[in-house]
């Protein structure tokens, strides 16, 4: 038996195609036959044929690398090491975006990245990094409003998708959510279960999804007769969730309702609640938004508006991959619809 790694013609024979065929298959030429695609793929599995990815990116001019960009707006390179890491590997939002980025990426033999964007000398190290052609271009996700990564990667002219609407407008595609929706249904649950002094622990109000949320929210009950509804704000945080569900329980006793702007806002609203004394959801119903896994584990399970997160980064993904493949030049916004997931706590 040889021992010499299987090459492009091993898998022409087993597959039954030219040579030609299979490396415009491997190096992803799109104008193949669908079906010959399959038959080049099942005898790539057989054969265990792995592309030379340095040739491959000769034929291909690319790095079949993503950068997947965690970016702020800080400028403390403390700051980067010991706070803004550890918020991200804690929060299970990060784990589903890259869990959605590589659910499109693997399939096509591209690889993520990740960097960190927390400081002005970590923004000049990623756009180094993509000018230099060590990735194809970068997944986005901002985390501060006046980041200004976005704008860096639209001047330069690279590579990009951002995950959410900036709080400011650039020329790069990015995909979002209907939060305005998101909170309409949240109130329309509210009301639905009667709850006649519904209130909210809102997300931070200088971010767009925040706000987007907070008005869907006091729109629905405005039209059902609550022109005033009680607003805390929090930080997305399970701590923060803590801290202004019990402000917002000082400052107004009679609450019978609260949507909290996310599933860790509505696990620390369930924990002051439950140290309280207050029964979720027969005296105080709440409901969160994300759908992530602590929505499960919350005590009681939470009703929360979901948000399709591995989807979305699966569509960011793709956008750039028409972006850099050369099929899409216009950035576009693509924005999925929310929907609500009813378990016990309201």
């Given at each position: 038996m040889s021992n010499q790694p299987p090459t492009l013609e091993d898998v022409a024979r087993e597959a039954g195609v030219s040579r030609a065929t299979v490396s415009r298959v491997v190096n992803g030429v799109r104008n193949v036959d669908p079906a010959i695609q399959e038959l080049v793929h099942r005898?790539?599995?057989?054969?265990?044929?792995?592309?030379?990815?340095?040739?491959?990116?000769?034929?291909?001019?690319?790095?079949?690398?993503?950068?997947?960009?965690?970016?702020?707006?800080?400028?403390?390179?403390?700051?980067?090491?010991?706070?803004?890491?550890?918020?991200?590997?804690?929060?299970?939002?990060?784990?589903?975006?890259?869990?959605?980025?590589?659910?499109?990426?693997?399939?096509?033999?591209?690889?993520?990245?990740?960097?960190?964007?927390?400081?002005?000398e970590d923004r000049q190290e990623v756009l180094t990094y993509l000018r230099q052609g060590r990735a194809d271009g970068a997944l986005v996700v901002s985390t501060h409003p006046d980041d200004p990564l976005p704008a860096l990667l639209a001047e330069a002219g690279l590579p990009a998708v951002l995950f959410a609407r900036p709080a400011r407008p650039v020329a790069l595609s990015h995909v979002d959510l209907d939060h305005r929706h998101g909170g309409r249904l949240a109130a329309q649950h509210l009301l639905a279960r009667g709850c006649r002094r519904p209130a909210t622990v809102a997300g931070p109000l200088d971010v767009p999804a925040s706000r987007e949320r907070l008005a869907g929210f006091r729109e629905t009950l405005a039209r059902a007769g609550h022109p005033r509804v009680p607003v805390v704000e929090g930080g997305f945080t399970l701590d923060s969730g803590f801290a202004a569900t019990a402000r917002l329980l000082d400052r107004h006793p009679?609450?019978?309702?609260?949507?909290?702007?996310?599933?860790?806002?509505?696990?620390?609203?369930?924990?002051?609640?439950?140290?309280?004394?207050?029964?979720?959801?027969?005296?105080?119903?709440?409901i969160g938004?994300?759908?992530?896994?602590i929505a499960l584990s919350c005590v009681p399970p939470l009703t929360t508006v979901r948000q399709p997160v591995e989807r979305m980064a699966a569509e960011m993904a793709r956008l750039l991959d028409e972006r850099v493949r050369g099929e899409r030049a216009e950035p576009v916004s693509v924005v999925l619809a929310p929907e609500l997931v009813v378990r016990e706590s309201a």
């Open positions: 005898a790539v599995e057989r054969t265990g044929y792995a592309p030379n990815r340095a040739a491959r990116a000769l034929v291909t001019r690319r790095a079949e690398t993503v950068a997947l960009v965690v970016s702020g707006a800080g400028d403390s390179p403390q700051d980067t090491q010991e706070g803004f890491a550890a918020r991200v590997f804690t929060d299970p939002f990060f784990g589903r975006v890259v869990a959605g980025a590589v659910g499109f990426l693997r399939p096509r033999s591209m690889h993520p990245v990740l960097m960190f964007a927390e400081t002005a009679g609450t019978d309702g609260v949507f909290a702007a996310n599933d860790l806002m509505a696990q620390g609203a369930c924990r002051l609640l439950a140290g309280r004394g207050v029964r979720v959801p027969q005296d105080i119903a709440v938004f994300d759908d992530s896994a």
